[in-house]
């Protein structure tokens, strides 16, 4: 446990987030949580932290007239899915995974940002990206979103980037969320832990663009 609690990190940018995170994690009995608050798209005291793994939710709101990023992003954007991607891809380690889930536009969107977004996560990290049922969020949120699987170390030795349309989830896609028979990630996870076999797989030049 101490191992774990010395190698686990988090950030936010809302105090309240942040008091929360911290008394989870002490009641966890992990007893020097290391929770930041700190804005990752317009600070960059942190920017030279690298990890091996991240998962994140970020948030998907942008602010009337955009976000002000510093200028260390590779790709320039004001949107703020397309910078926290950005942020995260860029600090995997070389061997760095990730999953992050994001708005289905970014996975669509035709703007220059998300175009150039996407052919850096192709070239440089991205091995899959599973789509969520519509409703996997509520009653929190009803947007449609996607997540998306990095990792620098498969990524490159692969050719192509293997899509998931994920129907059931063990829920009911309704405000309740009630339990059902119909679970597919069982499934899913199998395929993925067996070189993904049987997954709709394709060639990473068709999507980079």
């Known amino acids: 446990r101490k191992k774990i609690g010395e ?40 920017w030279n932290e690298y990890y091996d793994v991240i998962l994140a939710n970020p948030p998907f709101f942008s602010p009337k007239g955009g976000i002000t990023p510093h200028n260390r992003f590779g790709v320039k954007s004001t949107k703020a899915e397309v ?40 070239e440089t990290s991205l091995i899959g990206v599973i789509s969520l049922p519509t409703g996997v969020f509520q009653p929190y ?24 349309d994920l129907k059931n989830d063990g829920y009911s896609l309704g405000a309740n969320r009630n ?4 679970n597919d990630i069982p499934i899913y996870l199998e395929k993925i832990k067996n070189d ?14």
Request: glycine residues 4%; positive net charge.
């Open 7 to 46: 190698n686990l990190n988090g950030y936010d940018i809302s105090p309240d987030m942040v008091k929360m995170s911290l008394v989870n994690m002490y009641l966890h009995k992990f007893t020097n949580p290391k929770i930041n608050e700190y804005d990752t798209l317009s600070s960059e005291d942190r």
């Open 83 to 122: 910078l926290f991607v950005d942020y995260i891809n860029e600090h995997l380690k070389p061997k760095g995974r990730a999953g992050i889930i994001v708005p289905e536009g970014v996975i669509f969107q035709t703007g220059s940002a998300y175009k150039q977004l996407r052919k850096k996560l192709v």
């Open 141 to 164: 949120s009803g947007v449609k979103t996607s997540i998306l699987i990095l990792d620098k170390e498969k990524n490159k030795i692969r050719n192509n980037i293997f899509f998931i």
């Open 179 to 182: 339990p059902i028979k119909e």
């Open 196 to 209: 993904f076999k049987d997954l709709k797989c394709i060639e990473k030049k068709e999507i980079s663009n």
